[in-house]
């Protein structure tokens, strides 16, 4: 979702993506790490979260574009994707209170 404008679609598999409590935990925490990011052992060691399960969701993550892995020697850092982030913030509020017309009722 980086490289395109944001849609139903991809802000709907995004949003699905956060839905889970879990997937939702770490990406906070991703956020709050910042730009560095985090291995994924850091990752679990904060959470207390098995390898397995936390691989199972960042997968998730990384699928909608929420979270971007780079790999340094033998470790995996992960770290959110802020453009996505913004633009997905962006999209849900770009016509915040413009109001709305109904259609007339065809009666």
Known sequence: ??????????????????????????????VRAGHDGLRVGEISEHLDMPASTLAHHLRALVDAGLVVQEKHGREVFNRPDFQVMTSIVGFMTKECCTGVQLKPSAA
């Open 1 to 30: 979702m980086a490289t395109r404008k944001p849609n139903n679609k991809t802000v709907a598999t995004a949003l699905a993506a956060l839905g889970h409590e879990a997937r939702l935990s770490v990406y906070r925490l991703l």
